[in-house]
DNA sequence: GAGCACTGC
């Protein structure tokens, strides 16, 4: 940055400012620095904190600073994420994920120890930034000493400006290398044959250069990469060699990893991403771009509540993101396989924020602990669709962490001090009046690792199948998760040759150290229920979730909606008469995830509020009762 | 009988 001393004093003359400046401007590094130096903001010693949304960007970003300020890491400039706090009494900058800041609210609601707060990255628009932002807003207007400086990418950052009341805009100029944007004459019938095509003529026709081409999810990366080596070996000798090279979230690590390697010379590399490869990595040397215009989307519909991933046009946000990615090492070029007007009419020009796309059962409950009681009227920027927040609400009635005034309950107090889901939480809490809270522990953490825990390679499915199968037990999913747990030991050489993901328990053992730290201070006693299942059943996805047989499918107990065991659970060929199950997704079918066995009466011992007998009657022939419980109006 | 983009506390 060269007006370092500009920007210092639009800082000292306004409270609020948004900064517009693209990656590789140096906002990031440099800002900080200079507020650090800068004793008019630093005569107190608070702390600067500069949130992102991703925990190696923190960790990153950090170890730079502490290296250009010639200081230790964790010393004046540490950063704080999940699991691992690199700070000290000494740190002066505090780089930190967007969440972690958003849970220091519970402990801190004015963030009286810093001076200043940065929000990067603030385009990406994640939830945690979303909702940072309103809190944010609000106690800038009584803490007029805290600086905040709201940090964007060129996009969007007039809807900043007037979100913060008018704020200033600050504009840091970039340095990036141009990028040419080719489009297609005519819409692709089949993207990834074109994907195919393009990559053999850039690797024929254009000068040396790496390309990366943006898929939407494994199978379409694993069949796209199988065509390009196909065609490769038909070319023989007659083509330069080409190294293709896979890379998306759930590939095991050290095939990730080749992704890195240098190309060989007078080779060419082909990396096949996902969105992993718009924000979360960057690779060196890539001079080309493949960009089909899709990506897989995940939506919430709040009437159901049930989750869908759907391929989806991107924004036009987001396909200038990946341009940008043939542009960092020199100029490049971006291949766009869809027309000029289809990029200026069909598609959006962002992407619609996460706020509007998910279930917010968690942000409802710690805005809730924050004291925010009246959450329609909240200020957020997009505010979520009115059904999600009203849905939120029921859901935590029915779990009793608020009262039917919508108030936080002692309950919900102590179910918002642990970063779950609301159902893990209540049943964590629950699991100390049935005294099964060693057990329930380590469910609730592996059923939080979202992605999958079992690996099933394409060419090794029999296998996997197998291996899956020998940990089965009877009462369903949440004890199958259990059983993997107990049995691993956390060992790479196990988690391979029972094809368990080994990163997935790594993150579940974490999830669940976590938990059980907390479990002093939520008074919840750490005991097992040794063998027994049955208060373990009682607990686990809480009764709030519940289905009952119903010709051919299951039908949800409180709204009626048929649902369908999915045919990945222990529980696809029993078909119990009850379960309870974690979550529903939307795919082929309306799928619950995650079930267990129940016995019906068990719900009028552990919800009597929540469900009559009238409900649990089994003659599946009677008329359902209409619909109980708390209205919109009486929860607002 | 299905098929899970990416993050984060």
């Not at 009028?604 to 009657?617: C, I, M, N, R, T």
Request: proline share 4%; with cysteine.
């Amino acid at each position: 940055v060269d007006s370092g001393e500009d920007l210092l004093r639009a800082i000292t003359q306004h409270q609020i400012l948004v900064i517009e400046g693209e990656t590789g401007s140096g906002k990031t590094t440099q800002i900080p620095q200079y507020l650090m130096e800068d004793v008019r903001l630093h005569s107190r010693r608070n702390e600067i904190g500069c949130t992102q949304p991703r925990r190696v960007a923190a960790m990153s970003v950090a170890a730079r600073v502490a290296e250009e300020t010639g200081v230790k890491l964790g010393n004046e400039v540490g950063y704080s994420i999940r699991f691992e706090d690199c700070t000290s009494e000494r740190t002066v900058l505090k780089y930190m994920t967007d969440g972690m800041l958003l849970r220091e609210f519970l402990t801190e609601p004015d963030l009286a120890s810093y001076s200043v707060v940065i929000i990067d990255e603030a385009h990406e628009r994640t939830l945690h930034t979303d909702i940072l932002f309103g809190l944010i807003k609000d106690i800038a207007r009584f803490r007029s000493d805290l600086k905040v400086l709201v940090a964007s990418a060129t996009l969007d950052t007039e809807r900043f400006s007037c979100f913060f009341d008018d704020a200033p805009v600050f504009r840091i100029p970039g340095r990036r290398f141009p990028v040419d944007i080719f489009y297609t004459k005519a819409p692709e019938a089949d993207y990834l044959e074109a994907c195919v095509v393009s990559v053999l003529q850039i690797h024929v026709t254009q000068a040396p250069g790496d390309c990366l081409v943006f898929l939407t999810g494994q199978e379409e990366i694993e069949a796209c990469c199988e065509m390009l080596q196909e065609r490769c070996r038909r070319l023989g000798s007659k083509i330069a060699e080409l190294v293709v090279l896979p890379i998306y979230a759930n590939l095991p690590s050290d095939m990730q990893a080749k992704i890195f390697s240098p190309t060989p010379p007078g080779a060419r590399k082909v990396v096949v991403a996902t969105n992993i490869a718009e924000t979360s990595l960057t690779i060196d040397g890539i001079i080309y771009v493949i960009d089909p215009g899709f990506c897989k989307q995940k939506s919430y519909n709040a009437r159901t509540g049930m989750e869908s991933l759907i391929v989806t046009p991107c924004s036009r946000a987001s396909a200038n993101q990946r341009a940008g990615r043939a542009g960092r090492v020199a100029a490049g070029k971006c291949f766009r396989l869809y027309t000029a007007w289809a990029f200026k009419h069909e598609m959006e020009e962002t992407t619609i924020p996460e706020i509007q796309r998910t279930n917010l059962g968690n942000v409802v409950l710690l805005l809730k602990s924050l004291g925010i009681n009246d959450l329609i009227h909240f200020d957020f920027m997009d505010p979520p669709p009115h059904e999600t927040l009203v849905l939120a609400l029921e859901q935590l009635y029915a779990l009793g962490a608020l009262n039917h005034l919508g108030e936080l309950t002692k309950m919900g107090r102590r179910m918002a001090e642990l970063p779950v889901d609301p159902m893990l939480s209540k049943m964590i809490l629950a699991s100390e009046q049935y005294k099964c809270s060693e057990e329930v522990l380590t469910i609730a953490a592996m059923l939080s690792v979202n992605n999958s825990i079992f690996y099933r390679p394409k060419d090794k499915v029999v296998h996997a199948d197998n291996a899956r199968m020998n940990f089965t037990v009877p009462g369903g999913d949440h004890l199958v998760l259990l059983n993997v747990y107990n049995q691993s030991g956390f060992s790479t050489q196990w988690c391979y040759e029972n094809f368990i993901q080994f990163r997935s328990m790594r993150r579940a053992r974490d999830v669940r150290d976590q938990l059980e730290g907390l479990m002093e201070r939520i008074e919840v006693e750490v005991v097992s229920s040794l063998e027994d299942s049955v208060p373990i059943r009682k607990v686990t996805g809480y009764f709030y979730h519940t289905a009952r047989l119903s010709k051919g499918g299951y039908k949800t107990v409180k709204h009626q909606q048929t649902v369908y065991v999915h045919p990945n659970s222990s529980l696809f060929e029993e078909q119990p008469r009850w379960l309870i199950y974690h979550e529903l997704v939307f795919t082929t079918k309306e799928f619950m995830r995650q079930v267990i066995e129940i016995d019906s009466g068990w719900l009028l011992e552990v919800a009597p509020h929540y469900y009559k007998s009238k409900e649990l009657e089994d003659s599946s022939s009677k008329k359902m009762p209409r619909k109980q419980g708390k209205t919109k109006d009486e929860l607002g």
